[in-house]
């Protein structure tokens, strides 16, 4: 009722509401012949992601079209709308995830464009995707939660949902469940959520999507292989002894779930080569260099895993009945984008992840400032408007100058220490503090940056929102996050279909991607 209740009526004749702004879009859309985006914007458990479910449920469904000439396609148009609405339950299982802040986080952007026929009803759509949080895969602080999809995926086993003996998630008649697996051990279930039913959710959404039984069971076997991969022991103390594989077991799981050479990948997983202008040179990795390799390999596959989904579901939505235009072609089908981005994020402890957010947030209040003051104040001053005074506001490029500026922003000089033989977390620190700190020449930007009193590798920017202290630990390794080209060409040769599409076809990928306007070439790191 309240949706119907907002269909075609203005902005302010009701009391504001989201499909307020929803319909205000849509009205721009028809009468103005403009495309609209609506920002879902507010700081990390605001409620943006239920927000931009409530729009995208109002676009598909307060506009069904009616009469006659409706009718005769309404089949086609409810079909795309009910896809668009099952991207929600997909998208959640595997980019979300609970946090400190709210038990089911967005851990990507996205960016939805539905497009609208010219008769105004739904046709198409696509999904562009941002700044999966790979790191999470691997790593969750206390109380946190891995992607909701590995829990669900646990539950369905110990159901019977899945088979779990062939996945081995069921061993000695005995389910494991979250605590069993390092890369779930951090936290388990949500008050309130039952784990098997959303598993159920998702496979329903995925069948909608196009994604049969025997590619969903696939997908399973790849995920319980990333479970397997964060049980693999590592052993060796330097690099002379050498690093070992402790649990041959869970090694063997994740060989035979990912259906790859099993001698070739143990070697490239304790070992690295060295390639001269003559020869190749292979040599031993340390502990800790093989459990980056270990832990590089799951970010790697999930990351190609996710990637697929997001192309799968696009080219469901697209059909082949509507190819995305160029842009600025004024024949272009009319498009609505809903933005759905991480919220700014301050932690007690913030870290390369919580950087890319909030510099991302940076980027979306600076476009709010422009169009909010900076435009709309400049069409006052030119149309001489009297009674007005000026509305001062908080400009914050100097901050994004910080970060973004060349050749000194803290992205480039990122980039420089990760290019860097010797280069490390510390000294990346140091250069900061010795680029901005105590004043860094008067640079506006500088005014932004600070030291903390105490941790030489911590430095504190000033964001619009809030001041942030960051830990520069691990900012070199997940700017680079690179997997070793030897063990990516293992994986890539995968006996299993599946795997291979994900892994093996990057160049098709792009080639769909730059298609769909899904996103810009891969860039080595975040400061290319």
């Not at 910080?402 to 510390?426: A, F, T, V």
């Given at each position: 009722?309240?949706?119907?209740?907002?269909?075609?009526?203005?902005?302010?004749?009701?009391?504001?509401?989201?499909?307020?702004?929803?319909?205000?879009?849509?009205?721009?859309?028809?009468?103005?012949?403009?495309?609209?985006?609506?920002?879902?914007?507010?700081?990390?458990?605001?409620?943006?992601?239920?927000?931009?479910?409530?729009?995208m449920r109002y676009f598909a469904s307060a506009h069904e079209g009616a009469g006659a000439e409706a009718r005769e396609e309404a089949g086609a148009i409810s079909?795309?709308?009910?896809?668009?609405?099952?991207?929600?339950?997909?998208?959640?299982?595997?980019?979300?995830?609970?946090?400190?802040?709210?038990?089911?986080?967005?851990?990507?952007?996205?960016?939805?464009?539905?497009?609208?026929?010219?008769?105004?009803?739904?046709?198409?759509?696509?999904?562009?995707?941002?700044?999966?949080?790979?790191?999470?895969?691997?790593?969750?602080?206390?109380?946190?939660?891995?992607?909701?999809?590995?829990?669900?995926?646990?539950?369905?086993?110990?159901?019977?949902?899945?088979?779990?003996?062939r996945l081995g998630l069921v061993a000695g008649g005995r389910a494991l469940t979250w605590r069993d697996f390092a890369f779930t051990a951090a936290s388990g279930e949500i008050p309130g959520v039952d784990d098997a039913v959303e598993f159920r959710t998702t496979c329903d959404a995925l069948a909608t999507i196009g994604v049969?039984?025997?590619?969903?069971?696939?997908?399973?076997?790849?995920?319980?292989?990333?479970?397997?991969?964060?049980?693999i022991g590592i052993s060796g103390a330097s690099e002379r002894v050498g690093a070992a594989i402790d649990d041959e077991d869970a090694c063997q799981r994740v060989v035979d779930l990912l259906a790859v050479d099993g001698a070739l990948f143990r070697k490239w997983l304790t070992k690295r080569q060295i390639v001269t202008r003559s020869e190749k040179i292979v040599s031993n990795m340390t502990r800790a260099q093989a459990l980056v390799v270990r832990d590089s390999v799951a970010k790697f596959v999930y990351a190609h895993l996710f990637d697929w989904i997001v192309r799968t579901i696009n080219s469901s939505l697209l059909g082949s009945s509507a190819a995305p235009a160029d842009e600025g072609d004024a024949s272009a089908a009319s498009f609505i984008g809903v933005l759905?981005?991480?919220?700014?994020?301050?932690?007690?402890?913030?870290?390369?992840?919580?950087?890319?957010?909030?510099?991302?947030?940076?980027?979306?209040?600076?476009?709010?400032?422009?169009?909010?003051?900076?435009?709309?104040?400049e069409e006052y001053h030119r149309e001489q408007l009297k009674d007005w005074t000026f509305v001062d506001f908080q400009d914050n490029q100097p901050c994004i100058d910080l970060i973004e500026g060349k050749p000194l922003g803290i992205l480039s000089l990122l980039d420089e220490e990760s290019r860097l033989q010797q280069g490390s977390d510390l000294t990346f620190a140091e250069k900061l503090i010795k680029q901005f700190g105590s004043g860094g020449g008067g640079s506006p930007a500088a005014g932004f940056f600070s030291k903390p009193r105490f941790g030489s590798d911590r430095f504190t920017i000033r964001h619009y929102a809030h001041s942030v202290e960051y830990a520069a630990e691990g900012f070199i390794d997940k700017n680079k996050d690179t997997v070793p080209d030897e063990i990516q060409n293992v994986l890539k040769a995968s006996g299993d279909s599946l795997v291979r599409a994900i892994l093996g076809s990057d160049d098709q990928a792009g080639a769909l991607d730059a298609k769909l306007s899904v996103r810009a070439a891969r860039k080595p790191t975040l400061g290319a």
């Amino acid at each position: 009722d309240t949706l119907e209740a907002y269909a075609g009526r203005m902005r302010g004749e009701l009391e504001p509401h989201l499909f307020a702004i929803s319909e205000d879009a849509f009205q721009g859309m028809v009468r103005d012949k403009r495309n609209q985006t609506i920002i879902v914007s507010g700081e990390s458990g605001a409620g943006k992601t239920m927000s931009a479910k409530h729009i995208m449920r109002y676009f598909a469904s307060a506009h069904e079209g009616a009469g006659a000439e409706a009718r005769e396609e309404a089949g086609a148009i409810s079909r795309v709308e009910e896809m668009i609405l099952a991207t929600n339950p997909v998208l959640e299982s595997f980019g979300n995830a609970k946090t400190t802040r709210n038990d089911n986080s967005s851990r990507f952007g996205k960016f939805l464009e539905i497009r609208f026929s010219e008769r105004h009803t739904i046709e198409a759509a696509f999904i562009r995707t941002y700044l999966l949080e790979r790191s999470r895969l691997v790593y969750q602080p206390p109380t946190e939660r891995n992607y909701h999809v590995f829990y669900q995926l646990l539950q369905a086993a110990a159901a019977g949902g899945v088979a779990g003996e062939r996945l081995g998630l069921v061993a000695g008649g005995r389910a494991l469940t979250w605590r069993d697996f390092a890369f779930t051990a951090a936290s388990g279930e949500i008050p309130g959520v039952d784990d098997a039913v959303e598993f159920r959710t998702t496979c329903d959404a995925l069948a909608t999507i196009g994604v049969g039984a025997a590619q969903q069971a696939q997908i399973h076997a790849v995920l319980a292989a990333l479970l397997h991969v964060g049980n693999i022991g590592i052993s060796g103390a330097s690099e002379r002894v050498g690093a070992a594989i402790d649990d041959e077991d869970a090694c063997q799981r994740v060989v035979d779930l990912l259906a790859v050479d099993g001698a070739l990948f143990r070697k490239w997983l304790t070992k690295r080569q060295i390639v001269t202008r003559s020869e190749k040179i292979v040599s031993n990795m340390t502990r800790a260099q093989a459990l980056v390799v270990r832990d590089s390999v799951a970010k790697f596959v999930y990351a190609h895993l996710f990637d697929w989904i997001v192309r799968t579901i696009n080219s469901s939505l697209l059909g082949s009945s509507a190819a995305p235009a160029d842009e600025g072609d004024a024949s272009a089908a009319s498009f609505i984008g809903v933005l759905d981005i991480y919220g700014f994020e301050h932690f007690e402890h913030n870290s390369f992840e919580q950087f890319c957010i909030n510099y991302a947030n940076e980027k979306l209040q600076q476009n709010f400032n422009r169009h909010v003051f900076k435009l709309e104040q400049e069409e006052y001053h030119r149309e001489q408007l009297k009674d007005w005074t000026f509305v001062d506001f908080q400009d914050n490029q100097p901050c994004i100058d910080l970060i973004e500026g060349k050749p000194l922003g803290i992205l480039s000089l990122l980039d420089e220490e990760s290019r860097l033989q010797q280069g490390s977390d510390l000294t990346f620190a140091e250069k900061l503090i010795k680029q901005f700190g105590s004043g860094g020449g008067g640079s506006p930007a500088a005014g932004f940056f600070s030291k903390p009193r105490f941790g030489s590798d911590r430095f504190t920017i000033r964001h619009y929102a809030h001041s942030v202290e960051y830990a520069a630990e691990g900012f070199i390794d997940k700017n680079k996050d690179t997997v070793p080209d030897e063990i990516q060409n293992v994986l890539k040769a995968s006996g299993d279909s599946l795997v291979r599409a994900i892994l093996g076809s990057d160049d098709q990928a792009g080639a769909l991607d730059a298609k769909l306007s899904v996103r810009a070439a891969r860039k080595p790191t975040l400061g290319a």
